[in-house]
T-cell receptor, first 111, second 112 residues
Framework: SQTIHQWPATLVQPVGSPLSLECTVEGTSNPNLYWYRQAAGRGLQLLFYSVGIGQISSEVPQNLSASRPQDRQFILSSKKLLLSDSGFYLC??????????FGNGTRLTVT | GQQLNQSPQSMFIQEGEDVSMNCTSSSIFNTWLWYKQDPGEGPVLLIALYKAGELTSNGRLTAQFGITRKDSFLNISASIPSDVGIYFCAGQLDFGNEKLTFGTGTRLTIIP
């Protein structure tokens, strides 16, 4: 069966520090991969999606970037965090045979 | 772009009551999905609908794919405390080949 792993679960970072969140999927090949952000009590905002290695589409202009160095690995990064980057970050995957499934999320607090 | 209107935004019910929520779209979808999110966790897929008119159940949950392909409904019967959370609908035109469009969520609270 397919599983998605996302880490860390929680992160507290100072303003101006770098960020790296990692997500990996197991049990499937060539998944579509997604990064969403969710503000407290709000809906799901799509940040990036990828249909293959090295292929990244950005949905909103922001201080963040994404990379896909391997088929089942998706990384969310920032060179310098802003206070407004705080939120709940969710990785997700799907493909032609499976609807979208989410990871457990990373709670990021920028102080 | 496409927009999903999900209603109600929030619900306050007593344990044992039935719950109904819905999503409507300005354009058609070929797939409707319903998710539940518990506090501090990622959304979990509850029900997937792939055909207009389809009615699918998952325990006490029942969801329907509207015949016009522009709406979907989720019903929860005999609510229990663990039903508390945020429910999201999502639509997709080309399954597995494009990003989902999500509703804004329905927050369900059970009054003791």
């Amino acid at each position: 069966s397919q599983t998605i792993h996302q880490w860390p679960a929680t992160l507290v970072q100072p303003v101006g520090s770098p960020l790296s969140l990692e997500c990996t999927v197991e049990g499937t090949s060539n998944p579509n991969l997604y990064w969403y952000r969710q503000a407290a009590g709000r809906g799901l905002q799509l940040l990036f999606y990828s249909v293959g290695i090295g292929q990244i589409s950005s949905e909103v202009p922001q201080n963040l970037s994404a990379s896909r160095p391997q088929d089942r690995q998706f990384i969310l990064s920032s060179k310098k965090l802003l206070l407004s980057d705080s939120g709940f970050y969710l990785c997700a995957w799907d493909n032609r045979n499976s609807p979208l499934h989410f990871g457990n999320g990373t709670r990021l607090t920028v102080t | 772009g496409q927009q999903l209107n999900q209603s109600p935004q929030s619900m306050f019910i007593q344990e044992g009551e039935d719950v109904s929520m819905n999503c409507t779209s300005s354009s058609i979808f070929n797939t409707w999905l319903w998710y539940k999110q518990d506090p501090g966790e990622g959304p979990v897929l509850l029900i997937a609908l792939y055909k207009a008119g389809e009615l699918t159940s998952n325990g006490r949950l029942t969801a329907q794919f509207g015949i016009t392909r522009k709406d979907s409904f989720l019903n929860i019967s005999a609510s229990i405390p663990s039903d508390v959370g945020i429910y999201f609908c999502a639509g997709q035109l080309d399954f597995g080949n494009e990003k989902l469009t999500f509703g804004t969520g329905t927050r369900l609270t059970i009054i003791p």
